[in-house]
């Protein structure tokens, strides 16, 4: 079993900045594409960001230039730098990651979503 646990979201003013946090356990082997989306009630949930394996990187239009997102592998964790942030960008943030030996047998695995509110 693998479990993705994310942190670090919560209140904060227009233009201001966070960092979510997802780490994996438990069984883990390799952790190849890991990404971040987020959802608000009554929308479909929204790729934010995106980085591979080998550290190539995209972003939904609404967030370049302000998200950055990485990864450090010897810790198990993908981070999203979310700086200028907007009223709009508030919704329930999800990790997810692909796991396993080789990226051809890599399971999908989802964490529990951790709230962001852009708020004054």
């Known amino acids: 079993q693998v479990d993705l646990v994310e942190s670090g979201g919560g209140l904060v003013q227009p233009g201001g900045s966070l960092r979510l946090s997802c780490v994996a356990s438990g069984s883990i082997s390799s952790l190849y594409d890991m990404g971040w989306y987020r959802q608000v009630p009554g929308k479909q949930r929204e790729l934010v960001a995106m980085i591979s394996n080998n550290y190539n990187k995209n972003y939904t239009d609404s967030v370049k230039g302000r998200f950055t997102i990485s990864r450090d592998n010897a810790q198990n964790t993908v981070y999203l730098q979310m700086n200028s942030l907007k009223p709009e960008d508030t919704a329930v943030y999800y990790c997810?990651?692909?796991?396993?030996?080789?990226?051809?047998?890599?399971?999908?695995?989802w964490g529990h979503g951790t709230q962001v509110t852009v708020s004054s």
């Open positions: 997810h990651g692909r796991v396993g030996p080789t990226i051809e047998a890599a399971s999908d695995y």
